[in-house]
C-alpha cells in the first residue's frame, strides 16, 4: 500500500498539475512523454502566463486567415496584449516609488491583480484617508 496515494480530489500543493501529478511526464502508447499540460514542469504556471497560453490558443485556432473573425480576434488579441504591456510598465514604475507611498502600493496590488502576477491572499492595502 502506498503512503502518497493520489485520489485526485485532495491534491497537497496549489498549483501542481493534476494532469500528471506533479511527475511532468505521463504515459502515452511511446512510452513516457512530457505532460502537454504543464509542459514537463509538474507545476502550472501563473495565472498570467496561463492567459497568454489561451490568447495564442486562440489566435491559432480563430486568428489566422483573412475573415471578419480572424480579423477581429487579432484586433483583441492586440489590444489584450498592449493593456497588458502597459500594465506591465505601471507596476514597474510603481516599484520605483518609496515604498511607505500609499499610492505606490494601490498601483502595484491593482495592476498585479489585473495581470494576475500572483495568488492575491492578502487584503487591499488601505488607501490614504
Ligand atoms: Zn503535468
New binding site residues.
Given amino acids: 500500500m502506498e503512503a502518497r496515494e493520489s485520489s485526485g480530489a485532495s491534491d497537497d500543493k496549489p498549483g501542481r ?1 493534476q ?2 501529478h ?3 511526464e ?1 504515459g502515452s502508447e511511446f512510452g513516457l512523454a512530457s ?1 502537454p ?2 509542459g ?3 507545476y502550472l504556471p501563473s495565472a498570467h502566463m496561463l492567459v497568454e497560453w489561451r490568447a495564442r490558443d486562440i489566435e491559432r485556432a480563430h486568428g489566422t486567415g483573412t475573415t471578419a473573425v480572424a480579423r477581429d480576434v487579432r484586433f483583441l488579441l492586440a489590444e489584450l496584449r498592449r493593456s497588458r504591456d502597459a500594465l506591465t510598465e505601471i507596476t514597474a514604475l510603481a516599484q520605483e516609488l518609496d515604498d511607505s507611498n500609499p499610492v505606490a502600493a494601490l498601483l502595484r496590488y491593482t495592476a498585479s491583480q489585473a495581470l494576475r502576477l500572483y495568488e492575491v491572499t492578502a487584503e487591499r492595502p488601505p488607501s490614504e484617508d
Fill in positions: 498539475c494532469s500528471c506533479g511527475t511532468g505521463i505532460c499540460d504543464c514537463g514542469a509538474g
